[in-house]
């Protein structure tokens, strides 16, 4: 990844340097660097019914809203009963004054109402209550079924104003639902809103699905499913429900993703006891063999960029995590566990921002989630117990989703962590839930 | 019986002898010249050390309160007693009596309580004379010592003039008396003069140099600490990626007298690899030195130091 460094000067700035500056050039800087942060304190309120019959959906948009920044760990939502002020213009600037008394950084409002032609108008300003400037101010227009996509959006539009990172709140989560006794799970691919809502079954459950991903327009899935014969690689249309199988080869073929543009499929395929990469362009159905060697190798992903690749492999005669070209070639193993030399690493995932390598890590009798970097150094454990397993980036790459199984008679269940090991939540489902994956973030991917 | 010595044997002995006592002598010398290192040390004379000492001596003669509490205690045991009318009568002249003239009118009234006090404290005044009979014999031997010192007497008298406008007497008395050896050694010493100025700082030069604990130097580390420490409380940066320490944001805090912003925070320059994250660290800092305002703790005497306080914001520690 690219990354260039900049310095912006403001026309304050030349200012300074012209006349003020000079003063301050007498006595060092006075640094800070805060070892750990503080979630920001917002205050957000209710969103204004632009007809009476628009309150409820007021009401659910600022309660989805406020949930998604609570989650994510980095605002401090205010509760409403602490509220001087109560808004009833959002075209008004508030007393700032009011909202500083409660120690709130930041103020959301906001409003919905109906259209002559059925459609939902949101509006929303987020304030900046230390210095009484609006930060942002949007409007949207949609379906009314579709408020909680809006809420989603506004959500996002105050994470990247208030952190300066992309938000993920308008995403989803392809995953395992896991239902029934434990000798007869009938598992059947789901997706949901990345906060729970909104849950669709895309399989009826009759066959074992297993390792569902996300395309990068978020519109297809490939997963892998037991059928009559040997497992297969299938392609899954969302909005048309049509499935396909991803080439044809004689034994079986598991664990697949995505390239980054979306134009190939990497996957294992089994031969003997032995497994290899394979990726297959979808457009030519072309197959080209990755790796070649006695070994099983598996569960590969791309870095964002599409240049490289990490998998994991047996071929040092313990599963570890190796990065190599996209194109095959010679591989450098990066998981070397200092504690524990008995440690296996697998599953790895690369980050969307390609700054991280996520990973489950077995060793000491415990299931760990922890991520490095690329180069294999700066390994960090988030989390750890009987059974975790499977992590995925938010499309921010901010936050881990993985599955935690407790054992004994119950199921496992979807978690999600910050990848500072923070805020660590057990994320909503209907039932048992396994596998999950991430999408990309859906209002970016509109126009692919 | 004849007994052969070899006379190697013999130079062999000898000059072992030899080898080993000029080795104890040698290695016993060396081992007793310890390397000393000279220390400096002042000779501090009974006169200086009295010097030193000399203010907090008269700082507590100067207390006349002991000769308060024995008036004090006299009276309120016949107060007590039951003259209760008249001392009605006396907080009534107490209340007008602003000018002299008053406790005139009063005496009458007055007259038969004092003398009732004054009957009663004799008693105890009687025994005092009778301490004070001694110290009438002590006066003879004084008087014995004045007809010595008559060559002394009139330097004594000046000085009691001097010291009747001052009004500290008895300091020179006791001067007198020790005197005579001092102004031998003043008289003797000519160096007398640098050498009685020191003072106790002088004398305890490891004390000049500070303790470990001493912040008198540091009053300008002192208020960067505490405004440093005001901001950080205020300052909630939310990133901590990988890249973290790799964003600064430099910023200027124009200030007034009393504490608080003169102007809105100067963002100098921002450093990150992505500028809209570079962008928010920045606007967390200016949000942060907003809201911490006002620092009041700011020495004002020092205000030209900190009417312009430069600060860089990072991340480096956020993970």
Not at chain 1, 191 to 202: C, K
Not at chain 1, 216 to 230: A, H, V
Not at chain 2, 30 to 35: I, M, Q, R
Not at chain 2, 262 to 289: F, H, L
């Amino acid at each position: 990844m690219n990354r260039r460094r900049f310095m912006t000067l403001t026309g304050s700035t030349l200012a300074m340097l012209g006349g003020g500056q000079t003063f301050a050039q007498g006595q060092p800087r006075i640094r800070i660097d805060p070892t750990e942060f503080q979630p920001i304190p917002i205050a957000i309120t209710n969103f204004l019914p632009g007809s009476p019959s628009d309150g409820d959906v007021g009401n659910g948009v600022t309660q989805v809203i406020t949930n998604n920044l609570k989650r994510s760990g980095l605002f401090a939502p205010i509760d409403q009963a602490a509220f001087i002020e109560r808004i009833n213009n959002i075209d008004v600037a508030p007393q700032f004054q009011n909202w500083k008394t409660i120690n709130a950084q930041a103020l959301v409002t906001g409003r919905m109402t109906r259209q002559p032609d059925g459609r939902l108008k949101a509006e929303f300003r987020l304030w900046d209550v230390v210095s009484g400037q609006q930060l942002a101010g949007q409007q949207y227009f949609t379906s009314p079924e579709y408020w909680r996509r809006i809420a989603h959006i506004i959500s996002d539009q105050i994470y990247e104003r208030m952190t300066g990172e992309k938000g993920y709140f308008d995403s989803r989560v392809v995953f395992v639902d896991e239902s029934g006794p434990k000798e007869r799970r009938v598992k059947r691919l789901a997706m949901m809103d990345q906060d729970g809502a909104n849950v669709r079954y895309l399989t009826r459950g009759s066959d074992l699905v297993l390792t569902p991903r996300f395309s990068p327009n978020s519109q297809e899935i490939t997963y892998m499913e037991f059928g009559q014969g040997d497992p297969k690689v299938y392609l899954f249309n969302i909005e048309t429900g049509q499935r396909e199988i991803v080439g044809n080869f004689p034994g079986m073929t598991f664990a697949p993703r995505f390239s980054p543009d979306g134009q190939r499929v990497i996957m294992s395929l089994q031969q003997g006891g032995n497994s290899n990469l394979f990726v297959m362009d979808l457009r030519s159905r072309s197959t080209t063999r990755l790796t070649d060697t006695p070994a099983i190798d598996t569960s590969p992903s791309y870095s964002p960029d599409g240049a490289r690749i990490c998998f994991e492999s047996d071929r040092g005669g313990r599963s570890q995590i190796y990065v190599m070209a996209a194109g095959g070639g010679q591989a450098q193993r990066i998981s070397f566990s200092k504690d524990d030399t008995n440690a296996s690493y697998s599953t790895p995932v690369w980050s969307p921002k390609g700054d991280y390598i996520a990973f489950t890590r077995q060793g000491g009798g415990q299931f760990s989630i922890g991520v490095m970097k690329p180069d294999g150094s700066g390994e960090r454990l988030l989390t750890s117990g009987f059974h975790n397993e499977g992590p995925t980036f938010s499309p921010n790459g901010r936050v881990l989703m993985f599955f935690r199984d407790p054992g004994g008679n119950g199921g496992p269940s979807l978690y999600s962590v910050d990848i500072s090991g923070r805020n660590e939540l057990k994320v909503p489902t209907p039932g048992f839930a396994s596998d999950p994956a991430w999408s990309p973030l859906l209002s970016s991917t509109a126009g692919q | 019986m004849k007994v052969n010595v070899d006379k190697t044997l013999v130079a062999s002995i000898a000059l072992h002898v030899l080898v080993l006592g000029w080795g104890l002598v040698t290695f016993s010398s060396k081992a007793y010249v310890a390397p000393e290192e000279s220390l400096p040390v002042d000779i501090i004379s009974t006169d200086q050390l009295a010097k030193m000492m000399a203010g907090q001596k008269t700082g507590e003669k100067d207390k006349p309160k002991p000769k308060v509490e024995k008036i004090a205690e006299p009276k309120p045991e016949e107060d007590a007693v039951g003259k209760v009318t008249e001392k009605k009568e006396l907080i009534k002249t107490n209340s007008q009596p602003e000018p002299p003239p008053k406790p005139v009118e009063k005496p009458v009234e007055k007259k038969p309580e004092p003398p009732k006090p004054v009957a009663e404290a004799k008693p105890k005044e009687e025994p005092k004379p009778q301490e004070k009979k001694p110290d009438a014999a002590k006066e003879d031997p004084i008087a014995e010592l004045q007809k010595k010192l008559d060559t002394k007497k009139p330097p004594p008298k000046p000085v009691e003039q001097k010291v009747a406008a001052v009004q500290p007497q008895q300091p020179p008395k006791p001067k007198e008396r020790s005197f005579d050896p001092a102004q031998i050694q003043r008289d003797l010493d000519k160096r007398a003069a640098t050498r009685h100025e020191l003072t106790g700082s002088a004398l305890n030069a490891s004390a000049a140099l500070g303790l470990a604990t001493g912040t008198a130097a540091n009053n300008v580390a002192t208020w960067r600490g505490a405004f440093q420490g005001a901001v950080k409380r205020c300052f909630t940066p939310t990133y901590n990626g990988q890249d973290a320490d790799q964003y600064e944001a430099d910023i200027d805090i124009p200030m007034k007298i009393d504490g608080s912003l003169a102007s809105e925070p100067i963002v100098v320059a921002v450093r990150g690899p992505s500028r809209s994250i570079a962008q928010a660290v920045a606007e967390s800092a200016k949000r942060a030195i907003v809201q911490c305002q006002v620092y009041s703790f700011m020495p004002k005497q020092q205000y030209e130091s900190w009417k312009l306080i430069p600060m860089t914001f990072g991340l480096k520690d956020m993970l």
